[in-house]
């Protein structure tokens, strides 16, 4: 029902709004297989998790995923204590972010500013950790 919708509706830019468009592996992989002949170009939203999935990479990139946004909410050690993120420590973060990016996907993080225990430090190490990773300060689209 989905590649019908898009064939219908004559555009060649989407957003995918799902939480996760990754999150169910063997639907995912069928939908961006059959994504690939429409020559689309998309973004979307995902787990962090799509990093394992080196077919899933491929596949999503192939049907026409520019960009995917994923919630990071911090990158800053002390404020992750007490977050259940996946991603335990920073430097797992910036593998994942270089896996995804060297799949041609546009890695485009969320974060959360204002928590209640978030501290000074948590500000310094987000500014460092974004020139690090160099992502983009905006996405920009097709």
Same mark, same amino acid.
């Given at each position: 029902?989905?590649?019908?919708?898009?064939?219908? @509706?004559? @555009?060649?830019?989407?957003?995918?709004? $799902?939480?996760?468009?990754?999150? $169910?592996?063997?639907?995912?992989?069928?939908?961006?297989?059959?994504?690939?002949? %429409?020559?689309?170009?998309?973004?979307?939203? !995902?787990?962090? @998790?799509?990093?394992?999935?080196?077919?899933?990479?491929? %596949?999503?990139?192939?049907?026409g995923?520019?960009? %995917?946004?994923?919630?990071?909410? !911090?990158? !800053?050690?002390?404020?992750?204590?007490?977050?259940k993120?996946? =991603?335990? @420590?920073?430097?797992?973060?910036?593998?994942?972010?270089?896996?995804?990016?060297?799949?041609?996907?546009?890695? $485009?993080? !969320? =974060?959360?500013?204002?928590?209640?225990?978030?501290?000074?430090?948590?500000?310094?190490?987000? =500014?460092e950790? +974004?020139?690090?990773?160099? +992502?983009?300060?905006w996405?920009?689209?097709?």
């Amino acid at each position: 029902m989905v590649v019908e919708d898009i064939k219908r @509706s004559g @555009s060649k830019t989407f957003l995918i709004l $799902h939480d996760n468009v990754a999150g $169910h592996p063997e639907y995912s992989k069928e939908l961006f297989k059959a994504l690939i002949p %429409l020559g689309i170009r998309w973004i979307g939203q !995902s787990s962090i @998790s799509l990093r394992k999935d080196k077919e899933m990479l491929k %596949l999503c990139r192939l049907s026409g995923c520019v960009a %995917l946004f994923f919630g990071l909410e !911090s990158v !800053s050690p002390s404020s992750l204590t007490g977050m259940k993120k996946t =991603l335990k @420590s920073i430097e797992e973060t910036e593998e994942a972010i270089k896996i995804i990016q060297d799949n041609g996907i546009a890695f $485009h993080p !969320s =974060l959360f500013w204002g928590l209640i225990r978030i501290r000074k430090p948590f500000f310094d190490d987000t =500014l460092e950790f +974004l020139a690090r990773t160099k +992502l983009p300060r905006w996405l920009y689209m097709f």
